[in-house]
T-cell receptor
Framework: GDSVTQMEGPVTLSEEAFLTINCTYT??????LFWYVQYPGEGLQLLLK?????DKGSNKGFEATYRKETTSFHLEKGSVQVSDSAVYFC?????????????FGEGTQLTVNP | DGGITQSPKYLFRKEGQNVTLSCEQN?????MYWYRQDPGQGLRLIYY???????QKGDIAEGYSVSREKKESFPLTVTSAQKNPTAFYLC?????????????FGPGTRLTVT
């Protein structure tokens, strides 16, 4: 079945450092890919998405490119801020195998220190 | 403003009691979902509904029940049969079959059973 694997956390960075959170996936069809962010005690917010190979999703300085050849969707940001401290979830939706359901990774906790 | 509301934010119950968590959306979405999140873990799908008066079991439906009598409402009942009900519960919605696959989340309800 479908699955999403994220790099293990937690990740701790200093303000203005470069961020990469790795995400790889397994799917039999042509999934859409998503990154969600969860701040403490809150629900998930959609950060960005990509619906086909080579698409780049971007939002609030975050970017991720849908790489079909490496089945990856790594999240990057050039200069993190303290306010980016949160848990980040990679997810996929594969219409062929799971309809409208989302398959989530385990989440990566990011802490940014001033 | 359009969105998803969950109430209450915190809920406390004694073991052996059923409890119902509320989820309402005014996004005019057809599909709604319930997830469970345990500390340091990803999201697990409990139940989902793609259309009014229809719903399907997710990956961990045992001990839970739902109804979908109105498009905007998808309440979740945690029954006394659920062995470990203390968790953070998240409700989500999406446009539905044929539409964009991203889901939008409510703020969550933290349930504590003692």
């Amino acid at each position: 079945g479908d699955s999403v694997t994220q790099m293990e956390g937690p990740v701790t960075l200093s303000e203005e450092a470069f961020l990469t959170i790795n995400c790889t996936y397994t799917a039999t069809g042509y999934p859409s890919l998503f990154w969600y962010v969860q701040y403490p005690g809150e629900g998930l917010q959609l950060l960005l998405k990509a619906t086909k190979a080579d698409d780049k999703g971007s939002n609030k300085g975050f970017e991720a490119t849908y790489r079909k050849e490496t089945t990856s969707f790594h999240l990057e940001k050039g200069s993190v801020q303290v306010s980016d401290s949160a848990v980040y979830f990679c997810a996929l939706s594969d219409l062929r195998t799971s309809g409208s359901r989302l398959t989530f990774g385990e989440g990566t906790q990011l802490t940014v220190n001033p | 403003d359009g969105g998803i509301t969950q109430s209450p934010k915190y809920l406390f119950r004694k073991e052996g009691q059923n409890v119902t968590l509320s989820c309402e959306q005014n996004l005019n979405h057809d599909a709604m979902y319930w997830y469970r999140q345990d500390p340091g873990q990803g999201l697990r799908l409990i139940y989902y509904s793609q259309i009014v008066n229809d719903f399907q079991k997710g990956d961990i439906a045992e001990g839970y029940s739902v109804s979908r009598e109105k498009k905007e409402s998808f309440p979740l009942t945690v029954t006394s049969a659920q062995k470990n009900p203390t968790a953070f519960y998240l409700c989500a919605s999406s446009i539905g079959p044929g539409g964009p696959r991203e889901q939008y989340f409510g703020p969550g309800t933290r349930l504590t059973v003692t």
